[in-house]
Every structure is written in C-alpha cells, then in structure tokens.
C-alpha cells in the first residue's frame, strides 16, 4: 500500500461542534504531519508527530488537538472552530529518519465551518 | 528567516511549448528540494526531487536543475500537455532541520 487515506473527504461543522480527522498510512512511515492549506496558498505545517509522539506544534491554537494512536494513525480534533479555520486539511507521512525524507500527501479533507 | 521564493505566479504556454518556474532559497545548509504538482481539489503530488549531492535530475519530460552557489533551482517541463495544467510548489528542507519550506505556488495553464 503505497497511499495516505483521509477521511473524511468533506467535512461542514457549526462553531459549536466536535469533529474528527483521520489519516492512515500503511507504508512503514514513522513521521507523520498535519497541514492546513487555504485556496491558492502553499501547504502550511500544523503539527509533526515522528515515532508517535509530538515533535512540533508550529503555535496552532488548541481548538486543533492532534492524537497518533499508533504508527500508522493520525488524528485531528477540532472543537469550538471559527470560520477562518476552513481550508483543506492534509495528512502527511514520511520515513522519519530526517525532515529531508520525501512527504507523501494524503487527498485531504476539505472543512467549512459556519 | 528560512525563505523560498518562487516566480512566476502564473505561466501560460502553449501546448509543445517548455515551461521553466524557479525557486530561490535563503538557507544555504537547505540541501533537498522536491515539486509538487497540485490539480484543482486534489492533493499535492511529488512529481520530481532533487538532493544538493547532483546538479541535475530528469525523468521523461521533467527536470529540475540545482544550482547552490546561487541558491536557485528550476523545474522544466518540455512538450507541455493539457493534463500538465496545474499549481506547482517547489521546496526546501535539510538534515537536521524541523519543517519543509513552501514555494507560494506557480499556477501553470498550458493552451491546447
């Protein structure tokens, strides 16, 4: 398997809402990243999770909580979300051995919220 | 702070035609530099990389060239298609650093 799946593909949430993001990889990576991307925008990194634990938080607000249950898992819970916060969301893996190991893109999970 | 800067924004060409978008990087210890190539709704895709050990990669129509002293490298895309019609990103990162550096993008339109 050679693919980094996320689902779910589109997401709507109201600002009061708990929603859920999740990312899978069964390519043996041990690096696994959390990107926000707006229209027309590079990708942004949020958060960089390497052998399961968290090795960066690039000052994302705590309405973003990140969790890798274990190595080939990675989830993004989000609370209490504004509507700046829409974007599409983009899970990442890589080997894990340095940040210069090539990153495979998920497809993404395209989130509005109202 | 560690910087790349991408021209231009927007290309058009012709389909046949070359296409050529180049990126500057600030940090010169930067020494991997992968493309990605983005299509509308869909996610970005490594099409080629390069490592700062080679001046140049190519594979069928797409090669990138390094040039460190400079800090600069190039993507160049020969007898652009349709289907080539997409937002590319170059990048930079390197050993021991702790995130990948963005391009802002080259949105490319190839006329058929």
């Known amino acids: 398997d050679t693919e980094v799946t996320q689902t779910p593909k589109h997401l709507v949430m109201g600002m009061t809402n708990k929603k859920s993001l999740k990312c899978e990889q069964h390519m043996g990576h041990r690096a696994m990243y959390w990107y926000k991307q707006k229209a027309k925008k590079p990708p942004e990194l949020m958060f960089v999770y390497s052998y399961e634990k968290l090795s960066i938080n690039e000052s994302v607000p705590s309405r973003f909580s990140p969790e890798c249950p274990n190595s080939s898992l990675l989830n993004l819970h989000l609370h209490a979300l504004q509507p700046e916060d829409s974007a599409l969301y983009l899970c990442?893996?890589?080997?894990?051995?340095?940040?210069?190991?090539?990153?495979?893109f998920g497809p993404g999970t395209r989130l509005t919220v109202l | 702070g560690e910087n790349v800067e991408q021209h231009p924004s927007t290309l058009s060409v012709q389909e046949g035609d070359s296409a050529v978008i180049k990126c500057t990087y600030s940090d010169s210890a930067s020494n991997y530099f992968p493309w990605y190539k983005q299509e509308l709704g869909k996610r970005p895709q490594l099409i080629i990389d390069i490592r700062s050990n080679v001046g140049e990669k190519k594979d069928q129509r797409i090669a990138v060239t390094l040039n460190k002293t400079a800090k600069h490298f190039s993507l160049h895309i020969t007898e652009t298609q349709p289907e080539d019609s997409a937002v590319y990103f170059c990048a930079a990162s390197k050993t021991g650093g702790f995130k990948t550096i963005f391009g802002a993008g080259t949105r490319l339109f190839v006329k058929a």
């Open positions: 990442a893996s890589s080997q894990g051995l340095d940040i210069t190991d090539t990153q495979y």
